[in-house]
Structures are given as C-alpha cells and as structure tokens.
C-alpha cells in the first residue's frame, strides 16, 4: 500500500485525474485513492472551467472552518457538487456536537430560506397576475356564484338542533373578508346591518387587532372595549 500511494502521489503531482490514475494503475476502490491522495489538491485543469476563482478559494475557507458541503453550497449559492470537487482534498472536519450541529443546521435553513421566499413569492404574485388577468373583472352574477361557495365553504349554517336566520361568516383571509363584504353589496345587504367581531387571544395585541380589521372591514372605531 506504500508503494502504490507513492505512485498515485506521483502521478497526481504530474498533473494526472483520477479516472487516468486508475487508468494507468488498474482497478482500485474509491476510498483506497481518496486515502492516497489526501492533501494533495487536484490538478488546476480538472477544476471546472467556469467556476470563478474567488468562489473555489471561498469554498475552500469555509472547508477549513469546519462546515459542510450543504452549509458551504448554501452560503455560496452553488451545487454540492461543485463544493466537493473544490474542496474534496481537504481533510473532514472534526465531529461537531449535536448544539452545534442544531446551531449550523438552523443557520443553514435561515439562509435557505432567505434566497427561497422571495423566489416563491415572485412566482406566486407571477401565477396570480396570470390568472386574474386570464379571468378579467367579475359580473354581478360571478361574484353572487363565488360569494355563494365561500359562505358554503366558511359561512355559519343553520342545523335543525340549532336554527339561526343570520348569515355568519369567520375567516383570517384579509382578501376573503373583502371579497364576501362585496358579495353581500351586490346581493343588496346594507352595510349598517353587518356586524363585526374580533376573536383573538387574551394575551395577544387586541388593540392592533382591532385597529387592523377595521382597516379591512371598512368599520369606523367603536368606544367599547373590544371582546375577546
């Protein structure tokens, strides 16, 4: 095994890959070349070609610093891949503690995250646009359709334990709340007939709650302390 380390040393340092290592040695394990040619970075022309340098010698810091390939692919906006093609010469670091591996797995997600909402917000405000503009502004009969499902979807029903003439309906939608005050416009509902209630944890802002709601619902401040 010295002896054919040596030669694999060798060879890699006359600029050598190691699919023409194996080629020139014979049959040999992954693991056996990955043991023998540890320290020994690759050759300069079996690097990618259109990998920037500033972003492989960052890989390579993050390496040396002990994270892995997925934080450092994360942190860099790159594939795993190419993370172990910059740094796969590197030793492993030493085994982390599980807080730390919590901490690292968590600042890992953050910063995931960070670059993906925005992404998937872009793409949903993309898909929405597309669709409203497929369906154009609503008719007075569309809106009574859709106004129609919603309360069958959210709305208070009336049951022969418990019969009720009033029409209920809760929901935490902003954009639902509005859409069902004009379904109850155009089905000639006066406004001065609606009534408005908040249902909020104790413990929460009631205050901000309120005030927010209003905003949506179009309902002046009331003097009486909001239910809760």
Request: contains cysteine.
């Amino acid at each position: 095994m010295a002896v054919l380390r040596e030669r694999i040393v060798q060879l890699r340092r006359e600029g050598k890959s190691r699919r023409q290592i194996k080629e020139l040695l014979g049959p040999m394990s992954n693991s056996t070349l990955d043991d023998a040619l540890k320290g020994e970075p690759p050759p300069e022309w079996t690097r990618r070609p259109n990998a920037k340098d500033d972003i492989r010698d960052r890989a390579r810091e993050l390496r040396e610093q002990g994270l892995d390939y997925e934080e450092i692919a994360a942190a860099l906006g790159v594939s795993k891949s190419s993370v172990s093609l910059w740094v796969r010469d590197l030793p492993r670091p030493a085994r982390l503690s599980y807080e730390e591996c919590r901490k690292r797995a968590a600042d890992g997600a953050r910063r995931y995250w960070e670059a993906e909402r925005p992404v998937r917000a872009a793409a949903r405000a993309a898909t929405r646009d597309a669709a409203a503009s497929q369906i154009g502004p609503l008719t007075e009969r569309e809106v009574l359709i859709a106004g129609a499902i919603a309360y069958w979807c959210e709305g208070g029903k009336s049951k022969p334990y418990s019969r009720s003439d009033r029409v209920v309906f809760i929901n935490s939608d902003p954009a639902l709340i509005r859409f069902f005050l004009r379904f109850l416009d155009v089905a000639g509902a006066p406004r001065a007939s609606l009534g408005f209630r908040v249902y909020i944890h104790e413990k929460s802002d009631v205050e901000a709650a309120q005030s927010f709601w209003q905003d949506v619902t179009g309902r002046p401040p009331i003097s009486s302390p909001p239910r809760r």
